[in-house]
């Protein structure tokens, strides 16, 4: 190792420092901040009128001993203070199971199974993951009955946050056989309990919630409920009568709106793909009496979405009941879906008119922060280059001065050089544009959408939970769940921070990591693994400071 010894001038003092030459620019930051308590980030180090880059080889830069090294820059909040710790540091093995299972990274606790009830595993795991749920369901009180399912499904999520080992769910599972007996029903043997759909547990379940779990709406007269406020979906239908006749009668089309708390993906010969399905499911064909023909005639029923919740669930509808064997049979179809979801296109013209603007704005901003991240990994992986690319950017035309002047000859004579910006200054100019971008986004949310607190408001979703299903019909096979990891949380600053894009696979009691790739095999095609209710939540948007 060959090291040079250079005088480094920060704030009047002076530094000796013996600089590796093998080392890059960041290395010798490490350094100065062992001896100013600067950190790395806010120092700026002048070599030859340039500023030293951490990507800079330092045997490059043609050092001398006893250069002096001018710096600049100052601690932030807290920098170049040792302090000692407020809280004493606690090991994993000093730990008790709970404070063990709240930590960054735990794995998460699975559930038993008591024969054939996979089926309420998997959805108790994917509604698991909804933040407000859980925070909804610590402040409910209710009936303080054993057979309240609500109450239990509080309890049991509480217990799960406290331990990493598969626990046994038998009090929500008893009281939601009481209050829905076709959860009670027995195998055709009388052995054991029979294997359920789970749709039809995901929809009882939010049935209930929606009937007890209620919160409170601030300035409103009475609370409003969790699931219509967080995943209650509204649809605006016109139905039509098919046949002229009605129409010459004088017979109109007849408006209509429903809350569902389920968008349906109906699958047949020519669905490929989950915006195939959904199409589908919005035209409906009926059959009812006319009034004015007097005689039952065929209707037409279009829906659109007028309201769009927060979470969203989307169901295959990949059973059917199959007369010649009584049982429901599945749909084997390969149907594709996408890990953001735009719903956009299924909207009413007014919704449509309040959400357009934000997505594309959302889109615009996502761009512009995909081009600085490219820009940085450019110049990492080859910084001769990115010097060339960005750190030679010129300055705008404001900031360049030329002062042309023309002699009589006719030729330009500059009198002042152009000056070009750092790649710290390019990069610092991107993302100041970047921050007001977003901060012009949030002005481009629709006024009464930002008011709902529970509803999307730019028609973007990004999958946060999948339940599959494997095997050949509701009553058998077995059902998993897969929920998307989230990034950890900063116990004191609260912020969340970025995910790894991994996904948890709960197949009962036991609890795995597995790739996002995974996600996308679970199309169907087959008895394999296919999904069957998607839960997706509305993209973050930042807020009126750009922050998210």
Partial sequence: ??????????????????????????????????????????????????????????????????????????????????????????????????????????????????????YLNSTLQVLRSIPELNDA??????????????????????????TQEGIPPLAFLNALRVTFPQFAERERDGHGYAQQDAEEAWSQILTQLKQKLKISEGDAA???????????????????????????????????????????????????????????????????????????????????ISRLPKYLTVHFMRFFWKREVQKKAKIMRKVTFPHELDVVEF????????????????????????????????????????????????????????????????????????TFKTDAEFEAEKEAEVLAAKKELYTLIDQDLLKDEGANQSGLYELRGVITHQGASADSGH??????KTGVKDPVTGKVGEEDGKWWWFNDDKVSEVEAEKITALAGGGESHSALILLYRAIPLPSADGTQ
Avoid at 143 to 156: A, I, K, V
Avoid at 244 to 262: I, M
Avoid at 370 to 399: F, L, T, V, W, Y
């Fill in 1 to 118: 190792m060959s090291t040079i010894s250079v005088v480094v001038k920060h704030q009047g003092k002076k530094y000796d420092v013996d600089v590796d030459t093998s080392a890059t620019g960041e290395v010798f930051k490490y350094q100065l901040y062992s001896l100013t308590g600067v950190e790395p980030d806010r120092q700026k180090v002048l070599l030859k009128g340039s500023q030293l880059k951490d990507d800079t080889d330092m045997s490059k830069v043609g050092l001398k001993p006893g250069q002096m090294i001018m710096m600049m820059g100052t601690p932030g909040e807290g920098g170049g203070a040792i302090v000692r710790p407020t809280e004493k540091v606690k090991f994993v093995e000093d730990m008790t199971e709970a404070e063990a299972a709240q930590q960054a990274g735990a794995t998460p606790a699975g559930l038993q199974n008591f024969g054939n009830t996979c």
């Fill in 347 to 418: 909207c009413t013209d007014e919704l449509r008119k309040a959400l357009i603007p934000v997505r594309d704005k959302v889109r615009e901003v996502r761009k512009e922060e995909h081009d600085i991240e490219r820009a940085r990994k450019r110049r990492k992986m080859n910084p001769i280059d990115g010097e060339n690319a960005q750190g030679s950017q010129p300055s705008s035309s404001k900031d360049k001065k030329k002062d042309e002047k023309k002699p009589a000859g006719g030729d330009v004579e500059m009198t002042t050089e152009e």
């Fill in 479 to 484: 059902y998993t769940a897969y929920v998307k």
């Fill in 137 to 162: 369901l610590k402040s409910y009180k209710g009936e303080q009955s054993m057979l309240d399912p609500t109450l239990q499904l509080r309890n049991l999520y509480d217990m799960m946050s406290k």
């Fill in 222 to 304: 009475r609370d409003a409920s969790f699931i219509d406020k967080y995943m209650g979906l509204e649809l605006t239908s016109v139905l039509e009568c098919d046949e002229p006749g009605a129409k010459e009668a004088g017979e109109e089309p007849k408006t209509s709106k429903e809350r569902l708390l389920k968008l349906n993906c109906h699958i047949d010969g020519q669905t490929n793909h989950l915006r195939d399905g959904i199409v589908n499911g919005l035209v409906e064909k009926l059959e009812k009496k006319s009034e004015v023909l007097d005689r039952e005639a065929t209707y037409t029923k279009r829906s659109q």
